[in-house]
Every structure is written in C-alpha cells, then in structure tokens.
C-alpha cells in the first residue's frame, strides 16, 4: 500500500532560523495535505496542493508539490516560537482516507 | 460551536473492560473516520465511514468496532481493553476525502 514519509522526526531551531519538512510517497499522489498539530492538540488543516509543481504560500510559509506528484515539502521562513508544534503531510490512502506520514516535530527556543 | 466533539476527553480503565467514546459533527460531512496516535505521534487510521460503506484498516483488532446511529455520529466501541490501546483516539470528518476536522482528542489510559 501507500507509504508517506516524512523527514526529519525532529528539528530544534532557534527562533529566527528557517525550517523545512520533506514528504514522500511510494506512490503518485492525487494531491497532497499539510497539517499541524500544537503540543496537546489536534491536527488541524493548513493547505492542499493538487497540481504538479505547485506553489502556494502561507504568510511565513512555503509549500511545495513535486512535479512527479510524489514529493512535497514545508518551507517556514524566520521561526517563531508560535510554529513550535508537529506537522504531518497526508496522501489519500486506497480512496478512502487520509494516510498520514509520522510528522516533523518542529521546536523553536527564543 | 465545535464541528467535531468528541467525549470523553480524557478516559482511564481497567484492562478487560469495555468502553465507547462518542463522536459528533454538525458540519454536514459525508465521511467520518477515526485515527489512533500512538505515544510516537503516528495518526494512523482506522475506520472510514460514509452513508453508504464502512472501511476498516485490516490491522485493526475486532475488539475496535464503529457504530453509526447517523450521519453526524460515529461512535467508537472498543471491547476487552488491553493495555497496547492506550493512545490519543481522534474523530475526524471530512466531504470528499477533502480537508479533515478534527476533534479535540480522547486520550485513551489502559491500567
């Protein structure tokens, strides 16, 4: 089945520095989710991106699609300790759910 | 309002027992789905469920059973605990396989 890996487990920054997650799937993606989830709780969606290649921006953040559709990453320029939560990439799992990679766990310290 | 609840928030048992954690969403999804996150922060999923078909991860015990009154509800029933179920149980709702709601979580203790 669908394989959704995600690198690194962790990444501790100061505040200020820039942060970047990596996805990628064993198979084509349809389209490819971001979330984030703050220490203590839940996932909670930041973007999809659906077209090869694709760029959206977020304010301080910056996601990326692969041309192959099997990749995908998570820029967040200039932390800030607001960032400070774990954030998941999801593909649609056999049709009928959201498989989820095992997150970045992303902690900035002042 | 909250789209998603779920209670209880917190749920601590005895291993053998039996518990249920309820699920609602009022934004009008078709698709409700329980996740289980593990102490690693794995969100793995579980069940699937729309009006017309449930879907089940075949790595879930049958002890884990879904039940669905309606629509807005999907109940989660979990037979003869075992200590390994200890996790954070989330529901979540979606239209389309689209964007997911979450609920806030029941963190699952297993003594």
């Known amino acids: 089945g669908q394989q959704v890996m995600q690198i690194p487990q962790y990444q501790h920054v100061q505040e200020g520095e820039d942060f970047t997650t990596y996805c990628n799937s064993s198979?084509?993606?349809?389209?490819i989710q971001w979330y984030k989830q703050r220490p203590g709780g839940h996932p909670v969606f930041l973007i999809q991106?659906?077209?090869?290649?694709e760029v959206k921006k977020q304010k301080r953040l910056t996601f990326q699609f692969g041309e192959a559709k099997k990749n995908s990453s998570l820029h967040i320029t200039a932390t800030q300790t607001t960032d400070v939560g774990t954030y998941f990439c999801?593909?649609?799992?056999?049709?009928?759910?959201?498989?989820f990679g095992k997150g970045t766990s992303l902690l900035v310290t002042p | 309002d909250t789209a998603v609840s779920q209670t209880p928030k917190y749920l601590v048992t005895q291993m053998g027992n039996d518990k249920s954690i309820k699920c609602e969403q009022n934004?009008?999804?078709?698709?409700m789905y329980w996740y289980k996150q593990d102490s690693k922060k794995f969100l793995k999923i579980m069940f699937s469920?729309?009006?017309?078909?449930?879907?089940i991860n075949e790595t879930v015990p049958n002890r884990f059973s879904p039940k669905s009154p309606d629509k807005a509800h999907l109940n989660l029933h979990i037979n003869s605990l075992e200590l390994g179920d200890s996790a954070v149980y989330f529901c979540?709702?979606?239209?389309?396989?689209?964007?997911?709601?979450f609920g806030q979580g029941t963190r699952l203790t297993v003594v």
């Open positions: 979540a709702s979606s239209q389309d396989i689209t964007e997911a709601f």
């Open positions: 198979t084509t993606l349809s389209n």
């Open positions: 991106l659906v077209k090869s290649g």
């Open positions: 999801a593909g649609i799992n056999s049709g009928y759910a959201l498989n």
């Open positions: 934004l009008g999804h078709d698709t």
């Open positions: 469920y729309n009006n017309k078909e449930l879907i």
